[in-house]
């Protein structure tokens, strides 16, 4: 692999990377935290919604993202001829 | 069958499976211990590693908490379970890439040195014995209820248990063991949580039951919850924040990065066969863990408003928490409280003189019982008592009590036992045979080893008497020692290729150094009560902007990574060699084998 590709597979993966880590926080320091008293004011069912992506929303974001991000990183590893086997 | 007779079953059968199965799956070979999960399935390999990582703090103490906090508790939550996401992105398919077994052998490798190494075992073993002081902690307090005994005695028995498990303890490593810890962990905690949702709302589902209806009055559960604490002078329950927002948010980031850095999480990814499976194990692992996490609120809630309805009648009735007939009389108060008393973790002074349990705030007392001639509070509930004595609180069925004891010793006595691991292998090999003793022999390094785990069992649980917090406060404190020291200088050593050995370990001590000083002021000195210096810095708690020592980690992870770039950017670049390690890390293929053969 030469080193241009070597980059620009790694400039990717930090792409990635950086949109998945504002995935991260905004659905735990942003809705859980820092936004919680005002989505307090929505209810989801009989959950006030800041209180629900503090202790419920944010947990099953961090799964689906774990998997997507897994999944992303599978088809750069692919597209730029770097995967295992 | 009487009810301490069902827990003795219940446990000795499941101890029995664990041994059972260590028996028919035994491990080879120095490989097969860490490697244990190469030819797992990947849903398996995450059930393993949530038995590992899952602790006392996990499923004795964190809910129990969280009835305590209120909203504020989802700290716990969001830290325990978003720092995966750190781990699956930033470290585990590189640590993997590396191939390597340990935390320490990555830092020799990619800091050239073996003061580097030297470091970060030191760090790591302050960071795991902290730990294991709440999980003693957390092991007393399951030992006194199974046994029916004081608080100490449980701590007692529980130094000897775990110390037998983690000498005998390859079967730590097996991963079916594991797999059968998880199962009994997760059956252990969700079916209480199912029994008393359904109770409750109506519906079996406790993630969808706490934001249910409260059956049958049209108010929702939540609403209830916040109305009975603000009645009894308690915060509203789902807006309570931790101290303050500022203090929440550096909490949630010290525990997350504090996941991503401490060894039992991460060993497990560096020995997985692909760096593909890195990213997916770390998914699987979440989910297993997510199980419990997403249950843990519905039962924090739930708990807390059943202890308040046992205590005060008016609670399910809705009548007035203040007349004297509502709160009920100590002599007709239910088994489960009798039988937590004997623990001394559950106590009861009639402060009134009126022979009834009054349970309130009296730090902020409600106008209903000051005029009702209320004296204070009369009923001490320790916090880590919540989640084994719930289903007692509830009036389950007894093997459902049973079940939940087995539970709580699988999650205290698996982690305690391979974090004693890490210790003894720490210092018997990457410290003794690895840098000062290289003459050392097999054997005493083994000796070494066992050695150095007695030491830290007897600290821990000397410790865990008189603990620093509650067992998920305390362990905590550890994660922030770990956030502080050892997350920062792995992600550098992969992000930052100009990272040195001087700027890693300079950044290292100064964050670790930093977290110490702070939390030794507000604690004692590696926690020995007597030994605060708090004066020093004004003599007022929480003096660095409102955070709490617990939290003070994410604030020395920002120290470590500012002191390594300056430091690194004083002194020279990294050798040529290790550039192209660190190049060659952050592409998967042609990731081999992992090697560097260790013992145990």
């Known amino acids: ?85 | 069958m009487s009810l301490q007779a069902t827990i003795y079953l219940v446990v000795g059968l499941t101890f029995a499976l664990y041994i059972g199965i260590a028996i028919w799956s035994r491990a080879g070979s120095t490989s097969d211990f860490y490697v244990a999960g190469s030819g797992v399935h990947p849903v398996l390999n995450g059930m393993a590693t949530g038995a590992d990582w899952m602790s006392a703090a996990s499923f004795i103490s964190m809910a129990g908490l969280i009835a305590g906090m209120g909203y504020g508790g989802a700290l716990f939550l969001m830290g325990w379970t978003g720092g995966y996401v750190l781990l699956a992105m930033l470290l585990a398919p590189y640590l993997r890439k590396f191939g390597k077994y340990t935390v320490p052998q990555f830092f020799g490798d990619r800091y050239y040195s073996k003061a580097a190494s030297s470091v970060a075992v030191i760090c790591l073993i302050i960071a795991s014995t902290t730990y294991i002081i709440g999980q003693m902690t957390g092991v007393g307090v399951a030992f006194s209820r199974f046994l029916g005994v004081s608080h100490q005695v449980g701590v007692f028995v529980g130094m000897g248990i775990v110390f037998m498990y983690a000498v005998f303890g390859g079967m730590k490593g097996i991963t079916y063991t594991q797999v059968a810890q998880y199962c009994v962990l997760i059956f252990a905690y969700t079916i209480p949580a199912i029994f008393i949702s359904m109770a409750l709302t109506g519906n079996p589902i406790p993630q969808l039951g706490l934001g249910g209806e409260f059956h049958g009055t049209g108010v929702s559960l939540l609403a209830k919850v916040d109305q009975v604490a603000t009645d009894l002078g308690f915060p509203q329950y789902t807006t309570s924040t931790r101290i303050s927002t500022l203090n929440m948010f550096v909490y949630t980031f010290s525990l997350m990065i504090g996941t991503a850095g401490l060894p039992h999480g991460i060993i497990r990814f560096f020995t997985v066969p692909k760096v593909r499976d890195a990213r997916m194990s770390a998914g699987w692992a979440l989910v297993f863990i997510g199980i419990l996490y997403t249950t843990a609120p519905g039962v924090a809630a739930m708990a807390k408003l059943n202890l308040h309805a046992t205590v005060n009648k008016a609670v399910k009735s809705g009548g007035d928490l203040f007349a004297p007939e509502n709160s009920v009389l100590y002599d007709e108060r239910p088994d489960w409280m009798k039988r937590w008393e004997v623990t001394g973790l559950l106590k009861w002074e009639d402060k009134n003189g009126d022979g009834r349990i009054q349970y309130y705030n009296d730090k902020n007392p409600p106008a209903g019982a000051v005029a009702a001639g209320w004296a204070g509070n009369e009923l001490t509930v320790n916090r880590d008592i919540i989640v084994l004595a719930n289903p007692e609180i509830a009036r389950l069925p007894n093997w459902v009590i049973a079940l939940v004891a087995a539970g709580g010793l699988a999650a205290a006595l698996s982690t305690a036992a391979g974090l004693l691991l890490a210790i003894s292998s720490a210092i018997s090999h990457d410290l003794l045979k690895d840098m000062w003793m290289p003459d050392l022999t097999e054997k005493g390094e083994l000796l070494a080893g066992k050695i150095a785990m007695a030491c830290a069992i007897v600290v821990a649980g000397w410790l865990g008497l008189n603990p620093p917090d509650f067992a998920a406060g305390t362990v905590a404190i550890a994660f922030g020692l770990a956030a502080s020291s050892i997350f920062p200088a792995l992600m550098m050593g992969i992000f930052n290729k100009k990272m040195n050995k001087e700027g890693a370990m300079c950044g290292m001590i100064a964050g670790i150094g930093f977290t110490m000083i702070y939390v030794f002021a507000h604690k004692g000195l590696f926690f020995i009560k007597g030994t605060e210096f708090l004066d020093l810095f004004g003599g007022k708690p929480n003096f660095f902007l409102g955070i709490e020592p617990n939290a003070i980690g994410g604030i020395g992870a920002l120290v470590n990574f500012a002191v390594a770039w300056i430091v690194s950017k004083m002194t020279p670049d990294p050798p040529e060699h290790i550039q192209h390690l660190v190049e060659d890390v952050r592409i998967p293929r042609g990731a081999k084998a992992v090697d560097g053969t260790h013992i145990h």
């Not at chain 1, 792409?15 to 820092?34: C, H, M, N, Q, R």
């Not at chain 1, 005002?38 to 947990?59: C, D, E, R, T, V």
């Not at chain 1, 799964?63 to 590893?77: E, H």
């Open chain 1, 1 to 85: 692999m030469n080193e241009d590709a070597g980059k620009a597979y790694w400039y990717a993966t930090l792409k990635l990377i950086a949109g998945g880590l504002v995935v991260w926080f905004v659905v735990s320091y942003g809705f859980g935290i820092l936004l919680a008293p005002a989505l307090n004011g929505i209810k989801l069912g009989g959950y006030p919604m800041g209180f629900w992506w503090a202790q419920q929303g944010s947990m099953y974001v961090f799964i689906a993202l774990i998997f997507i991000y897994a999944k992303l990183m599978g088809n750069l590893d692919k597209k730029f001829d770097v995967h295992e086997e």
